[in-house]
């Protein structure tokens, strides 16, 4: 009995069906079920000398009725995890600065990078280097993986392989104060610069909330008459001006506290990057207690106000 032309062609659409299915299910890499996995793996062409411990990823499901995803993975490579079949935005950044807490985490839009680690009102000890990374789309299908690179195009990999490339987030900056008078006097030096952010936006990487300082120790180095500090912070919110000021507090070998406010102008401000920050100040005095003249950095001048010198008795303890 002869079959009629539409039934042979509904049993061979039936077969090819049939075939894509087996196709697909005998990797199972490639067609797992009910979750499906995938790899991150982390390039970091854009941070070169990062050496981070950990990573946290964060699958936000765009249809904005289902929870998170999180997933904590050990050192800088990257992992493996599983995802139920979906459309997700994928936000990372790594998991090993004490200095940083994650808060307002259930959404992209509002989870954030928050100072953690406060000396008082408005003044956080540095954060550390944050890295981090936002992938627009990733969706997961039971056979296959896509996902938007930056430059906007679609990738797709059969063995649910995601590339991904952190870069900075926070700002590092680096605080130089040569010449410096009576620097054997400098028993320990600490600074905070004011005024910078205490919050990040990982959504954007948007400084956001009130003004803060940055509270960092320095070192000396006599043969170079040279105080010098290092720290991290999330820089300023793209609407404020850059106009810093430098505190440097100063514990001396006779048992005196020195403190000393330098306002710095934007001309003394090297931005090496948007993530690295240069403040160099030029003749700086602690000999002793009377005002001194503005300094001169190559011909950039820093207006620098006068010492407030604190004398404190010692009382040996019983």
């Excluded at 954007?204 to 290092?230: C, F, H, V, W």
């Excluded at 690295?276 to 009377?290: A, E, Q």
């Amino acid at each position: 009995m002869k079959l009629p032309q539409s039934t042979y062609l509904f049993f061979m659409m039936m077969w090819f069906v049939a075939s894509l299915l087996m196709s697909c299910a005998h990797k199972d890499i490639d067609c797992p079920a009910p979750e499906a996995q995938i790899e991150v793996v982390f390039e970091w062409d854009k941070a070169q000398n990062s050496a981070v411990d950990g990573m946290t990823l964060f699958f936000y499901p765009l249809d904005n009725h289902s929870l998170a995803w999180r997933f904590d993975i050990a050192g800088c490579h990257g992992g493996r995890m599983e995802l139920p079949p979906g459309t997700y935005r994928l936000i990372t950044c790594n998991n090993d600065l004490p200095g940083i807490r994650l808060d307002d985490t259930g959404s992209y839009s509002t989870i954030r990078a928050v100072a953690a680690r406060r000396v008082e009102k408005n003044v956080y000890e540095t954060t550390g280097m944050l890295y981090g990374a936002v992938i627009e789309q990733v969706q997961v299908t039971p056979c296959i993986v896509s996902y938007s690179t930056p430059q906007g195009t679609i990738k797709e990999c059969r063995k649910g392989l995601i590339r991904c490339q952190p870069d900075s987030l926070s700002t590092l900056f680096t605080v130089i104060i040569n010449h410096v008078k009576g620097i054997e006097r400098i028993r320990a030096a600490k600074m905070k610069l004011t005024p910078v952010s205490a919050a990040m936006l990982l959504d954007n990487n948007q400084a956001i909330g009130d003004y803060s300082g940055l509270y960092a120790p320095m070192t000396t180095n006599r043969g170079e008459e040279k105080l010098s500090g290092i720290g991290c912070a999330f820089g300023l919110a793209a609407s404020a001006d850059e106009s810093y000021t430098l505190t440097v507090n100063i514990d001396t070998t006779d048992g005196k506290k020195i403190t000393k406010s330098i306002d710095i102008k934007r001309e003394n401000v090297n931005s090496l990057s948007s993530h690295n920050v240069l403040i160099s100040v030029d003749r700086f005095d602690v000999t002793g207690g009377s005002d001194i003249p503005s300094g001169d950095v190559d011909g950039i001048k820093t207006d620098v106000e006068g010492w407030e010198t604190v004398e404190i008795e010692l009382t040996p303890l019983l």
